[in-house]
């Protein structure tokens, strides 16, 4: 990053066998890194992907050694902020940004304060409070909702609302192998 390049490299993922293999056939990626952020116990490299044509993140131990690139790194995006990238992304899984209101029991207030920050603004409604932000919807996004089961739900918009619930009645079949 202190060089203002790109940088090339494979990134790993295991196999069903536990055995390290590159990603996409070796495919070589070539990213302009930005940052590098701290999540769940590992650290991602934020940058701006050639291959996506936008923002990714990869997980550095599973990159194999970059190698700098000749050529300039591509400006980071004006509206690039890091924190989107560690609050609304959950684990680092992306998916479309979405606002989407939550409805928790109070008592889940640390919680999502530890997720999305201390600027979020909770609404008091009768036994529960709501609160909107923005995320990324993923599985991951939806396994942290459901970690609360009934003291925290999704209650707008109705298109994710019934995304959340096909992902659960996926996995209820799956259990009960339907």
């Known amino acids: 990053m202190d060089r203002n390049k ?5 990134h790993y993922e295991y196999t069903q066998d ?8 070796g495919y070589i990626y070539e990213v302009s890194p930005y940052a590098m952020i701290w999540k769940k116990g590992r650290y991602y490299l934020v940058g701006w992907s ?40 959950f ?40 609160v909107t932000v923005k995320v990324h919807l993923s599985p991951t996004f939806y396994a942290w909702v459901f970690q609360y089961g009934k003291d925290m739900t999704i209650s707008a918009p109705e298109h994710v609302r019934e995304a959340y619930a096909g992902y659960l009645q996926e996995a209820i079949d799956e259990v009960l192998g339907e």
């Open 91 to 130: 684990c680092m899984f992306d998916g479309p940004e979405e606002t989407v209101t939550l409805r928790l029991k109070p008592f889940l207030v640390n919680q999502v304060a530890d997720q999305f920050g201390e600027n979020v603004t909770l609404k008091k409604k009768r036994d529960f409070l709501e």
């Open 50 to 89: 050639e291959k996506h044509g936008d923002i990714a993140r990869f997980r550095i131990d599973r990159m194999e050694v970059p190698k700098i690139s000749a050529k300039e790194r591509r400006p980071a995006p004006e509206e690039l902020r890091l924190e989107d990238h560690s609050d609304r992304i």
């Open 18 to 25: 536990m055995k390290s293999q590159p990603k996409h056939d």
């Open 6 to 10: 790109r940088i090339r490299f494979k």
